[in-house]
């Protein structure tokens, strides 16, 4: 059963903790992104990356830091420098970069405690 | 930053009527265009794209694309209760970050029995 899955469903952060959310998809897609959402908004784009040990900033990286070790997965990690971390986050990939229809998974809700 | 504009809503409409959504953007370079479907709580669903000027069918869904007016629209038929969800545009510009997908903040249906 081939998609996208994302661990945990929700996530508590204490003040000045690094959090980690898991992306991991079996589509065999090359290209894979995490996105935030906030209540009313539209989805912002954090970090993107079109092939294993590469990625490149989004338009809101700043607190945030990922890895591509496996074309597999994806993990974004939330560091203590991200003083408004609250919200929906949600990773996608797609076949390319070139090839921009992107499939989402479930989604992570990041709250602070 | 490339704007893609959506009326927040909500947008009611009968069951078995028409719903018509509409989305403009700012980037007239823009090639390809998504619309895809999020019910609350819950990650964006890919309805369809398109990329070329007139229409595109799928089922009951039609995208509608005019690239001279900067504008696309999503035809719902028929429309059932299941409809109800948020309906967020998409259109693949050039940013700082390369390429990417623009958001809409996305359109509420609501489909009263």
């Known amino acids: 059963d081939g998609g996208i899955t994302q661990s945990p469903k929700y996530l508590f952060r204490k003040e000045g903790q690094n959090v980690t959310l898991s992306c991991e998809q079996n589509?065999?897609?090359?290209?894979m992104y995490w996105y935030r959402q906030d209540p009313g908004q539209g989805l912002r784009l954090i970090y993107y990356?079109?092939?294993?040990?590469?990625?490149q900033k989004g338009d809101i990286a700043e607190g945030y830091s990922v890895s591509r070790e496996k074309k597999e997965s994806f993990p974004l990690t939330v560091t203590s420098a991200q003083k408004n971390p609250t919200a929906f986050y949600l990773c996608?990939?797609?076949?390319?970069?070139?090839?921009?229809?992107?499939?989402f998974g479930p989604g992570t809700r990041l709250l602070v405690l | 930053q490339k704007e893609v504009e959506q009326n927040s809503g909500p947008l009611s409409v009968p069951e078995g009527a028409i719903a018509s959504l509409n989305c403009t953007y700012s980037?007239?370079?823009?090639?390809?265009f998504f619309w895809y479907r999020q019910y609350s709580g819950k990650s964006p669903e890919l309805i369809m794209f398109i990329y070329s000027n007139g229409d595109k069918e799928d089922g009951r869904f039609t995208a509608q694309l005019n690239k001279a007016s900067q504008y696309v629209s999503l035809l719902i038929r028929d429309s059932q209760p299941s409809d109800s969800a948020t309906y967020l545009c998409a259109v693949r510009g050039y940013s700082n970050s390369g390429y990417a997908l623009n958001f809409g903040k996305g359109t509420s249906l609501l489909v009263t029995p």
């Open positions: 990356s079109q092939i294993v040990n590469d990625f």
């Open positions: 589509l065999n897609h090359d290209a």
């Open positions: 980037d007239r370079g823009s090639q390809s």
């Open positions: 996608a990939s797609s076949i390319s970069r070139a090839q921009e229809t992107q499939y």
